[in-house]
């Protein structure tokens, strides 16, 4: 029945069981998600649905009644970042204990469903500041790099990861958090990125995301644009823009451009014993 289910009939019998029976649960979530991606005999993607029937607390009330199940908990997160694309939607996810959950789920669980889909979310959810910092507050930035960490081998993984670290480290104004930033580079967050970078020098959300991080980490401090350089970044940048296949991407293109061009001026003004406030206005703008 539930393989079957409408979008309705689903988020009812979740809401009705799913928090007291964790099998029923772990056979909702994945058909909610394929009515969320227009899969398994869905015409088209009907997310606007689930949120509208109450799919978003319903899912997250699953995964409170079940933090030991991985399953629950890799479509949950799953769920979380495939619903969590607009402002309205994240805001009643956070009212529903969002952040603490997924963040939660990356503590408990250490297989690739459940960093995969836990990274997403956190990218997702933090692209709004009031989350981010609740992201932030439940550990987000360590165990999303201890993700990056553990699987570096996983393209999907290291560009949700990429993805989740540039949003984790923009403050309420919308440029980058000295503190959040200061936290993922000394607990290794730009090696990390250099490495998918050099992994995955031809995958789009990893160079998207990558170069994003790596610009937004390096933003306004002279002192983590040279640990990046330290880290290799240029090279694996350089590498980047060297692939043929990244003339079929023109706007992540220039975003790499920009990202070893940013490095490239630090290099330079570190040469020559610039001092790192100095150098932090030299590009008045965001990067990013």
Not at 216 to 243: V, Y
Request: charged share 15%.
């Amino acid at each position: 029945s539930v393989s079957s289910a409408g979008v309705a009939q689903a988020v009812q019998w979740l809401r009705e069981h799913g928090e007291a029976h964790p099998s029923f649960a772990e056979g909702v979530l994945p058909r909610l998600a394929a009515h969320c991606q227009g899969q398994g005999g869905v015409a088209a993607p009907l997310d606007a649905e689930v949120v509208a029937q109450g799919g978003i607390p319903a899912v997250l009330n699953a995964m409170a009644a079940h933090p030991a199940n991985e399953r629950v908990q890799a479509f949950g997160c799953m769920l979380m970042g495939l619903l969590c694309d607009r402002e309205t939607r994240t805001r009643q996810a956070k009212d529903s204990g969002a952040a603490r959950l997924v963040c939660a789920a990356l503590r408990a669980h250490k297989t690739i469903d459940v960093m995969t889909s836990g990274c997403l979310a956190i990218g997702q959810l933090a692209a709004l500041p009031p989350v981010a910092k609740e992201c932030a507050e439940s550990g987000a930035v360590n165990l999303v790099v201890a993700a990056m960490r553990a699987k570096p081998g996983r393209p999907a993984l290291q560009a949700n990861a990429c993805m989740a670290l540039a949003n984790l480290i923009i403050g309420e104004a919308r440029a980058s958090d000295h503190a959040q930033c200061q936290l993922a580079a000394d607990i290794g967050a730009l090696e990390c990125i250099v490495d998918a970078l050099v992994r995955f020098p031809t995958h789009d959300g990893v160079l998207h995301w990558a170069t994003t991080a790596m610009l937004r980490l390096t933003h306004e401090s002279a002192e983590r644009a040279q640990l990046a350089i330290a880290a290799g970044a240029k090279d694996a940048l350089h590498l980047a823009f060297s692939q043929p296949q990244i003339k079929s991407m023109p706007t992540i293109a220039a975003k790499v451009e920009l990202a070893h061009k940013w490095l490239t001026m630090h290099e330079k003004v570190g040469e020559h014993g610039a001092g790192a406030a100095g150098y932090g206005n030299a590009n008045p703008e965001q990067p990013g």
